[in-house]
């Protein structure tokens, strides 16, 4: 497994902007890698994913159009842009891995995973 840490967490207004990244401790070319988030006394849920190539990504309806994943294989990293956040959007954001060709919508099928980085959005 590969390990992962989530960094840029932070607190921001509605309509703002903040990027997320997760760094790996190892090579992620072989991964479609996933961000989840979790709000309190919620499920964790899916934000989107992106091929291990980085040639497709999927996202959530609740973040599509304002949310967008890219990679980097070569410094294994990945990256979640957020922009015009919502105080619906506050959770604490995972970065997850996954041996799944094309990505998967499933937690349960993620390997590996980061230890979250809050994001809160005040309105």
């Known amino acids: 497994q590969v390990q992962l840490a989530e960094s840029g967490g932070g607190l921001v207004q509605a309509g703002g902007s903040l990027r997320l990244s997760c760094a790996a401790s190892?090579?992620?070319?072989?991964?479609?890698m996933g961000w989840f988030r979790q709000a309190p006394g919620k499920e964790r849920e899916l934000v989107g994913f992106?091929?291990?190539?980085?040639?497709?990504?999927s996202y959530a309806d609740s973040v599509k159009g304002r949310f967008a994943i890219s990679r980097d294989n070569t410094k294994n990293t990945v990256n979640l842009q957020m922009n015009n956040l919502k105080p619906e959007d506050t959770a604490v954001y995972y970065c997850?891995?996954?041996?799944?060709?094309?990505?998967?919508?499933?937690?349960?099928?993620?390997?590996?995973w980061g230890q979250g980085t809050q994001v809160t959005v005040s309105s």
């Open positions: 992106i091929m291990w190539s980085g040639s497709d990504t």
């Open positions: 190892a090579s992620i070319s072989n991964y479609a």
């Open positions: 997850a891995a996954t041996k799944v060709f094309y990505g998967s919508h499933r937690a349960t099928d993620y390997d590996s």
